[in-house]
């Protein structure tokens, strides 16, 4: 089939595009092939399609909604939930729109890729099969977190090893709407899917009861809660303290490859929740963001004096070569440079360490260490 | 005089424009006129001219140069000096260029306006009428510093009240090209005009002593050291630690105003310094960083939640009425919100105290604290 027949069958009809606009949309790259199913992730946004949806002949997979944030606990949920919410922990990990295409179950990222990783490693973790016999028009929304996993150096201080999915919503592909979270709940136990805590329902004025959460989770090194209306579609996020000092931490040895507001809204966030929270002494969080900071930076610098370079380190468990190999490939096409530290079978799964590469943030550095001056 | 006509004589030949160029930069306000002068200051660049360029019929005044910066010292000095350089002080305040245009002396900013407040002020300090009659091709580069002055909220430790000029440079308007120290030293000398502290000469493999002085510098809370080739033009600044912080601590309540880069710069040379000076123990830096930012910003998150807004306190004296009169149109112009608090007679001088107004990071501020949410 042409890509443009492709199209055809993946767009739905309401979208009223002719052939020459289609056509138009893949030469600007607009949309682009997927890679192991049949479909076109959204590259830019386009016919008021986010970034990220994923258009299949069986289905038109949305975006995953940017969450919008709050600052203040106590007028931030006054003033956004008029009625009961639920709090639910925020899994420090990566995204993924997990479907059954064709027969086939994959996970898809934020941008739209297919994931080989979480394709590779759902059955170990969540029964899908089931689950799409039953329900073939859900999609399963989940956190991958863990040590092992090929994307972020944070993830939740009680997983030790591997990784774990965190199914946090459940969206009805035919209607394009998030099931309650009660009905969430209910489906998620059904077919035992690990899921985030669940605190709540709360209402607005329970707020220090959502705090003395916060303050728990942030002595935890948990990153925060997302706050769901009970009946409605509104979500919202926090995060914690300590999730905020942790991004710094792992983050500062980045700034040649980060925009300057990563580090700025951290440092706001921290602020605003010290002042509400007041989950540690002001001394300690002075000290505690000194320590976040500096030490990183400060061992970034020696090791690019020394002549290294900016790496972070990955290790992950996949159950096939192949999921390996189209790993990286997924990586090559997101221009993501890696090197392949160590691979070796272990029980039954090919274990892979490898290090990013970070060139743009090692001559930031570089450069400066070398004495080039630089007029700001 | 037309504007045009005007433009004409203050263009010198060799740029070769047409009066259709010359009405066009005009119409486009690429050239504005000047207050208290006849000339034009060039506001976005130019026909090759530096934004903050000055034209009249007299001189072409030059924007003050950008000096590059050094983020080390070791290997800065020895890549961007082959022979020997002098370290002058860098002063904490705003720049002005000094110049009689017309028989009358006026002070320049950077961005090419007349500064009527160091206008007013420089017979204070400079026996300028004494110089120009002997120079009248020189104009005078100084550094405008102290606690009352109408643009800075940072000044050198050692100046207690009122303000200071400090002449740090003198550039040949025949030629535009600076004066090499030694010459600027004798002159300024001779006319006793006040200075910053010169060190040296050096060579580059003196680093280390260069480093003792900025560590000196660090401990008395001074700005830092601008580093002049002896025989040259090349010209480098290197600020201390205890600068980065206080500038942290004077704007990290404007975030709403400056760019995040602001921020994160700071922190990058706070780090790279650190590396090379160990100028305080580490866990005095994760102190002094966090005790920098920390303090203002939940000052200023406390002030707009009970209501109040986001302002900067000055405190200037002034010669006369008219200056301060001219003061006020200048900040009408460059668009700062200002409140005039107090004004009064003391000892021949009108001190004003006024607030500095910024809209921009009160809403900033407002909003988060008002629980709206953000997507970020």
């Known amino acids: 089939m042409s890509e443009l027949e492709l199209l055809k069958r993946s767009l739905p009809q309401r979208f009223k595009k002719s052939p020459e606009e289609m056509l138009k949309a893949l030469e600007e790259g607009r ?19 986010e970034p990220g949806t994923v258009l299949t002949p069986e289905w038109l ?21 008029t009625g009961p919410f639920y709090a639910e922990e925020k899994i420090e990990g990566y995204n993924v729109r997990l479907v059954r295409l064709s027969g086939k179950i994959v996970a898809i990222t934020r ?20 689950f799409f016999d039953r329900y073939p028009h859900l999609m399963v929304c ?82 925060g809660l997302v706050f769901k209306e009970r009946q409605g579609q509104r979500v919202f996020k926090y995060v914690t303290p300590r999730s905020n000092l942790e991004d710094l931490r792992v983050s500062i040895a980045f700034a040649g490859d980060l925009h300057p507001a990563y580090y700025l809204h951290r440092i706001i966030r921290l602020a605003l929740a010290h002042l509400e929270l007041e989950e540690r002494r002001d001394e300690e969080l002075w000290r505690d963001f000194g320590q976040a900071v500096f030490p990183p930076l400060l061992s970034a610098l020696k090791e690019v004096k020394r002549g290294g370079r900016i790496t972070e380190q990955f290790r992950i468990r996949l159950r096939s070569k192949l999921a390996f190999e189209n790993l990286l490939k997924h990586f090559a096409k997101t221009q993501v440079r890696i090197k392949i530290l160590h691979q070796s079978w272990e029980d039954g799964y090919l274990v892979v360490t490898f290090s990013k590469e970070y060139p743009r943030s090692t001559d930031f550095w570089a450069s400066k260490l070398s004495g080039a001056p630089e007029v700001d």
Chains 1, 2 share one sequence.
């Open 111 to 130: 941008r739209g890729y297919i994931c080989p990783f979480a394709t590779d490693r759902w059955p170990d973790f969540l029964d899908l099969e089931a």
């Open 31 to 49: 949309l682009e092939p997927m890679s192991m199913v049949s479909g076109f992730r959204v590259k830019k946004g386009l016919w008021g399609l």
């Open 142 to 223: 989940c956190e991958v977190a863990g040590p092992e996993n090929p994307f972020l150096t944070e993830w939740p201080p009680y997983i030790s090893r591997d990784i774990r999915f965190f199914v946090f919503d459940l969206l009805d592909l035919s209607t394009g709407c998030l099931l309650s979270p009660e009905k969430r709940y209910r489906l998620t136990e059904e077919f035992s899917f690990p899921a985030p805590e669940v605190h709540g329902p709360f209402s607005a004025h329970q707020w220090q009861e959502v705090a003395e959460i916060l303050k728990r989770y942030d002595r935890e090194g948990r990153e």
């Open 61 to 81: 997979i949305p975006a995953f909604p940017r969450i919008p944030r709050l600052f203040v606990l106590k007028e931030g949920l006054r003033r956004n939930f």
